[in-house]
Each structure stands twice: as structure tokens, then as C-alpha cells.
């Protein structure tokens, strides 16, 4: 019997000891992973890293009474004492009537083959000698590279098992590999640091060492003598890696949880318009390799591909079977999170939106955490680069851009087809037509 088989059949265990124990419907995941990470730094190895974990988490429900509890330990007794615990737990837990597995007819019952498990072959010895090549080859770029403060090689491999007590049992496995390098550059007494990295399910994927040390040394050189500019109105770029937070802000507004608080600023906004009309959004879990696909989601409810917004329109919310029955409405398979949301991208890449965009600001990253998913207000500080004849001219630091949410989406006048597809969030950078800047 192979690993995966092992897995389920503890699931399967667990699920029918919790029915002995008077569950009315209960729920398991179990997972199993194993990594390897290695940091270079300084021309030698500084840690080697290698995790092996098993995960078990149980729900039970007594009527809609709900209890969930955790274990390390996957052995029979430790499964039974979970099981145990969560029963007890759900004894003096108040009930509540939107409790409870979804609808039978919810649930996945045809499952793609995605194409997320590749595992990549990698020694100890091969992973250390890529990080220090990794680092030796980003220090070389430029004179003004002082420092790298790490070169990564990680490779995650994990086997997923969810079942309830409808009659669902199902095994996935998927892996995840990984390159990035952290570097210091110093011109004139002041120093920058910057990074890159490349995530992808298959190490074949990956951008080579090479070029991860290339892209991680111009970006963060070309951060030095970086300077503040006059507080003003002035449209804005935001590059495809700081995009991708745009994109989650709109989606925890549009999550159930947000939503029956009365805690988002999109509540009600159904079939209304919220962004831009030449805006449209997609969920497709069925991306192959996609960092984000998946057939189902964390309560086994099957996904689905469809338009959130079409037209700037919002179509759809994100919502678990529990979020959907306090807003009377049916889950959209989204418990545990959206599944490659795609934003579709225009005919110009960056270098175009630049141009078009003509002087403006260029954002490379943002810093805090000042967004109010209640009223959509946004500000965060930023740094990147002032551009004028759609040309960058110096970068910046030391500035804040401001607005709000509902006006930043309804703002978008075009998305770039830089396409950045490391995450769940898949887009390109993205201009706006006016934020405020704060600056000197």
C-alpha cells in the first residue's frame, strides 16, 4: 500500500469512528509534506533545511453544534483521541443553524487530472551548489552589489486527503519549487535592498539561476539614489507583483465572511458596476500546473470556472457553503480561497502602460497594511519610480499613495500583459488614471 493509499485510509477511519461516536456529519483533512530548503549566503551554505509533517484536522457536528480539533500524530489512537476531543468540544459549543457540511449535490464528482505533482530530483549536495552558485552569480552583476542576504532553493512535495461522512474521499497530490535571492547594493554611501524569485509547480518551469540573479541585481541597483517627490494627483502604475494585492483587496470584499458582517464595502454591490467597463475577471481552477487550481475546494464542494466581473460588472461573490447560507445564497467552491483569478490582460506590456501612462508614478512595491475592506479606503507606503515622456526618469522613495478602493477599481485604465502567474492572483501591471501621492 503506497503512502497516498495510507492517508486515505486513516481518513476513512477517522470518518467512521467519528460516526460511532454519535457525529451527525463530520469532515477530515489530513496532509503530508516534505521539504527541502536551502540558504546560501556569505559563498558558503547557511541552512539546510528538510521538514517532514503530517496534519490531521477533524469537524464534527452534533446537530449544529460544531467542533474542530487538530492533531500532529496520525496513528489510530491519536485519531481516536482527536475525534474524541472535537466531540467533546462540540458538546458545549451554541448551536448554529448555518452549520454543516454542504448539499450532496455540491460536491466534486469528476476530477481532472491538473497536472500539479511534478518532483523535482534534488540532493543536498545539487540544492547547495545551485544557492551558492545562485548568490555568487547575483553578486557579479554589479560593482555596487555588496551583499546578498540569501539565495533560496526550496522544493515542497504534499499529499492532501479531504473526505466527509457523504460519502467523499479524495487524494491530491501537488508540489512546489522555488528560487529566489535577496541583495544589498550601496552608491555613495547609501544602500538599497531588492529581490526575485520564481515559483512554479515543475522546476522546469523555473527561470534559470542565471536569470533569477540578473532580474534580482537591476532591480534592486536600480533603486539607488532613490529621492522623494512633491505630494500631488498624478496617475499611477502598479507593477504585476504589487497588482496582485489590488486584485486581493477586491477579492476579501467579495468573500462571504465580509459580506453577512456587513463589513465590506462592495455588500449588495451584486450585478452592480465596480470596475472599469473594459474589466473583466475570471476564476479558473483548471489552469494546468496553476499555482492555484484545484478540483475542489477545502469542504470537497467541486470548482468551477466563471466570470466574477464581466464588463466591470461583479457577477459572482467568493463564498463557502457556510457564508452562502447566512447570505441565502449557494456556495461558489471557494472555501479555502479563489482559484487562479485571472484578469484579462490588455495589448500593451509594460513598457507600453509606461507610455501610455506618460508621467505618472511606477510602483515596484508597497509597505503596511492600510486598507479598510469596510469603507475601501487605501494607503500604503510605496516606492518605485517617477516617469515623464513614458520614460523612467529616477526612483523614488518615501511616498504614500492614497484613495479609495471603489474609486481605484473604477480607475483602471488598462491592465499590461507582463503577466505575472507566481500566485493565485494572475495579472499584469496595471495603470490608473489618478491616486493621491504624499510625498515632500
Given at each position: 500500500?503506497?503512502n497516498?493509499e495510507?492517508?486515505?485510509?486513516?481518513?476513512a477511519?477517522?470518518?467512521?469512528?467519528?460516526k460511532t461516536r454519535?457525529?451527525?456529519?463530520?469532515e477530515?483533512?489530513?496532509?503530508?509534506?516534505?521539504g527541502?530548503?536551502?540558504t546560501a549566503?556569505n559563498?558558503?551554505?547557511?541552512t539546510v533545511?528538510f521538514?517532514?509533517?503530517k496534519?490531521?484536522?477533524?469537524t464534527?457536528?452534533?446537530g449544529?453544534q460544531?467542533?474542530?480539533?487538530?492533531?500532529?500524530?496520525?496513528?489510530?489512537?491519536?485519531i481516536?483521541?482527536?475525534v474524541?476531543?472535537?466531540i467533546e468540544?462540540?458538546?458545549?459549543?451554541?448551536a448554529?443553524?448555518?452549520?454543516?457540511?454542504?448539499?450532496?449535490?455540491?460536491l466534486?464528482t469528476q476530477f481532472?487530472?491538473l497536472?500539479l505533482?511534478?518532483?523535482w530530483?534534488?540532493s543536498f549536495?545539487?540544492a547547495?551548489?545551485?544557492a551558492?552558485?545562485?548568490?555568487q552569480?547575483?553578486?557579479?552583476?554589479d560593482i555596487?552589489?555588496?551583499?546578498?542576504?540569501?539565495a533560496?532553493?526550496v522544493?515542497h512535495t504534499?499529499?492532501h486527503v479531504y473526505g466527509?461522512s457523504?460519502g467523499f474521499?479524495?487524494?491530491?497530490?501537488s508540489?512546489?519549487?522555488?528560487?529566489?535571492?535577496?541583495?544589498i547594493?550601496e552608491?555613495?554611501?547609501?544602500?538599497?535592498?531588492?529581490?526575485?524569485?520564481?515559483?512554479?509547480?515543475?522546476?522546469?518551469?523555473?527561470f534559470?539561476?542565471e536569470k533569477?540573479?540578473?532580474i534580482?541585481a537591476q532591480?534592486?541597483?536600480r533603486?539607488l539614489?532613490a529621492?522623494?517627490?512633491?505630494t500631488?494627483?498624478?496617475?499611477?502604475?502598479f507593477?504585476?507583483?504589487t497588482a496582485a494585492g489590488?486584485?486581493?483587496?477586491?477579492?476579501s470584499?467579495i468573500s462571504?465572511?465580509?459580506?453577512?458582517?456587513?463589513s465590506?464595502f462592495?455588500?449588495?454591490?451584486l450585478?452592480?458596476?465596480?470596475?472599469?467597463?473594459?474589466?473583466?475577471i475570471q476564476?479558473?481552477?483548471f489552469?494546468?500546473?496553476?499555482l492555484?487550481?484545484g478540483?475542489y475546494?477545502a469542504?470537497?464542494?467541486?470548482?468551477?470556472?466563471?466570470?466574477?466581473?464581466?464588463?466591470?460588472?461583479?457577477q459572482g461573490y467568493?463564498l463557502s457553503?457556510?457564508s452562502?447560507?447566512r447570505?441565502?445564497m449557494q456556495t461558489?467552491?471557494n472555501?479555502?480561497?479563489v482559484h487562479n483569478?485571472?484578469?484579462t490582460?490588455?495589448e500593451?506590456?509594460?513598457?507600453g502602460?509606461?507610455?501610455?501612462m506618460d508621467?505618472?508614478?511606477y510602483?515596484?512595491?508597497?509597505m503596511?497594511q492600510g486598507?479598510n475592506?469596510i469603507t475601501?479606503?487605501?494607503?500604503?507606503?510605496a516606492t518605485?519610480f517617477?516617469?515623464e515622456?513614458?520614460?523612467i526618469?529616477?526612483?523614488?522613495e518615501?511616498?504614500t499613495?492614497?484613495?479609495?478602493l471603489?474609486?481605484?477599481f473604477?480607475?483602471i485604465?488598462?491592465?499590461?500583459?507582463?503577466i505575472?502567474?507566481?500566485?493565485n492572483?494572475i495579472?499584469?501591471?496595471?495603470l490608473?488614471s489618478?491616486?493621491?501621492?504624499?510625498?515632500?
Amino acid at each position: 500500500m503506497n503512502n497516498t493509499e495510507k492517508l486515505k485510509k486513516s481518513v476513512a477511519f477517522a470518518l467512521d469512528y467519528a460516526k460511532t461516536r454519535g457525529a451527525d456529519q463530520c469532515e477530515m483533512a489530513l496532509s503530508h509534506s516534505t521539504g527541502l530548503d536551502v540558504t546560501a549566503r556569505n559563498a558558503d551554505v547557511e541552512t539546510v533545511e528538510f521538514t517532514q509533517d503530517k496534519g490531521l484536522g477533524v469537524t464534527v457536528f452534533l446537530g449544529k453544534q460544531k467542533a474542530t480539533a487538530g492533531s500532529s500524530d496520525t496513528s489510530q489512537e491519536a485519531i481516536k483521541s482527536t475525534v474524541d476531543k472535537a466531540i467533546e468540544i462540540a458538546q458545549h459549543m451554541q448551536a448554529d443553524e448555518y452549520a454543516g457540511l454542504p448539499e450532496q449535490s455540491e460536491l466534486a464528482t469528476q476530477f481532472k487530472d491538473l497536472d500539479l505533482f511534478h518532483p523535482w530530483d534534488l540532493s543536498f549536495d545539487k540544492a547547495i551548489e545551485m544557492a551558492v552558485e545562485l548568490e555568487q552569480l547575483a553578486c557579479k552583476q554589479d560593482i555596487r552589489i555588496k551583499q546578498c542576504d540569501g539565495a533560496h532553493v526550496v522544493s515542497h512535495t504534499g499529499t492532501h486527503v479531504y473526505g466527509n461522512s457523504m460519502g467523499f474521499l479524495h487524494a491530491s497530490q501537488s508540489t512546489r519549487q522555488s528560487l529566489s535571492c535577496v541583495l544589498i547594493a550601496e552608491e555613495d554611501g547609501k544602500m538599497q535592498r531588492d529581490y526575485w524569485y520564481d515559483c512554479k509547480r515543475d522546476a522546469l518551469d523555473l527561470f534559470s539561476i542565471e536569470k533569477i540573479a540578473e532580474i534580482a541585481a537591476q532591480r534592486t541597483t536600480r533603486r539607488l539614489n532613490a529621492k522623494s517627490i512633491k505630494t500631488q494627483k498624478s496617475p499611477v502604475v502598479f507593477d504585476a507583483s504589487t497588482a496582485a494585492g489590488l486584485l486581493s483587496s477586491f477579492i476579501s470584499a467579495i468573500s462571504g465572511g465580509a459580506l453577512y458582517r456587513k463589513s465590506s464595502f462592495l455588500c449588495d454591490h451584486l450585478n452592480k458596476q465596480v470596475f472599469a467597463p473594459h474589466i473583466n475577471i475570471q476564476e479558473d481552477p483548471f489552469v494546468l500546473k496553476g499555482l492555484g487550481s484545484g478540483n475542489y475546494d477545502a469542504e470537497g464542494v467541486r470548482t468551477q470556472q466563471r466570470d466574477i466581473v464581466k464588463d466591470g460588472v461583479l457577477q459572482g461573490y467568493v463564498l463557502s457553503s457556510y457564508s452562502a447560507r447566512r447570505l441565502g445564497m449557494q456556495t461558489t467552491g471557494n472555501a479555502g480561497g479563489v482559484h487562479n483569478l485571472m484578469i484579462t490582460p490588455g495589448e500593451h506590456d509594460l513598457t507600453g502602460l509606461l507610455q501610455t501612462m506618460d508621467k505618472g508614478l511606477y510602483i515596484t512595491e508597497l509597505m503596511g497594511q492600510g486598507v479598510n475592506i469596510i469603507t475601501g479606503d487605501y494607503s500604503r507606503g510605496a516606492t518605485g519610480f517617477w516617469v515623464e515622456n513614458g520614460q523612467i526618469q529616477y526612483p523614488v522613495e518615501g511616498i504614500t499613495v492614497a484613495g479609495n478602493l471603489r474609486d481605484m477599481f473604477k480607475n483602471i485604465t488598462a491592465v499590461g500583459k507582463d503577466i505575472d502567474d507566481r500566485g493565485n492572483i494572475i495579472t499584469g501591471s496595471i495603470l490608473l488614471s489618478e491616486m493621491m501621492i504624499a510625498g515632500s
